[in-house]
């Protein structure tokens, strides 16, 4: 996206920490390192790029697969409530082999209202047949802090990811750092 605008790329540890909140702020981000403002052209460039290679440098966290496999295993049921459209979720998790653990997948496409607005959150529970109190959230940002707050769900916080701030200003029913934890947590 730089390139078509003639810019040199960002470094890795400057892009990473341009990650989260979506790909319009990402664009935006980017742009505005060179003192550029938002552009349209470029964020559907962006977009172009993205949906053409969604995985090659994606993989899961460590033990994320042996998480799903256990909770899947003694019948917890699981869904994905990302900001990320529908479709490129789909594929995602299509292209990383995790489609089969989920019932449902809520995209920033699915509802009027995206994350943190409890929408989404309330709206894939109900599409499972949860009842609220027995569901976790499970989440890495300060967006899904917010989304649990508003839904009044369990939150539990991975300490990975790309989150702005630290786990402890955050609220959160359960902090882990290693997805064995979170199997045993959420099926005790």
């Keep these: 996206m730089l390139a078509d605008i003639n810019l040199a790329p960002l470094d890795l540890a400057t892009v990473e920490s341009f990650v989260g909140n979506g790909i319009p702020k990402f664009v935006e981000r980017c742009l505005a390192a060179y003192d550029l403002p938002f552009s349209d052209v470029s964020l559907s460039a962006?977009?172009?790029?993205?949906?053409?290679?969604?995985?090659?440098?994606?993989?899961?966290y460590p033990h994320v697969i042996d998480c799903?496999?256990?909770?899947?295993?003694?019948?917890v049921k699981m869904a994905?409530?990302?900001?990320?459209?529908?479709?490129?979720?789909q594929s995602i998790l299509n292209g990383l082999g995790l489609a089969a653990f989920f019932e449902v997948v809520i995209g920033g496409d699915t509802y009027a209202h995206n994350k943190p607005h409890a929408q989404p959150l309330l709206g894939c529970a109900s599409q499972m047949g949860a009842n609220i109190a027995d569901?976790?959230?499970?989440?890495?940002?300060?967006?899904?802090?917010?989304?649990?707050?508003?839904?009044?769900?369990?939150?539990a916080l991975f300490s990975g990811g790309y989150r702005k701030t630290a786990t402890n200003d955050m609220q959160h029913d359960f902090l882990f750092d290693d997805f064995a934890a979170l199997a045993d947590y959420a099926s005790g």
């Design 46 to 60: 962006m977009r172009t790029y993205y949906d053409a290679d969604q995985t090659t440098l994606t993989v899961p």
């Design 68 to 75: 799903l496999t256990a909770l899947k295993t003694t019948g």
């Design 135 to 155: 569901c976790i959230f499970v989440g890495d940002s300060e967006t899904d802090e917010a989304t649990a707050v508003n839904a009044k769900m369990t939150f």
């Design 80 to 89: 994905i409530c990302t900001n990320k459209p529908l479709a490129p979720a």
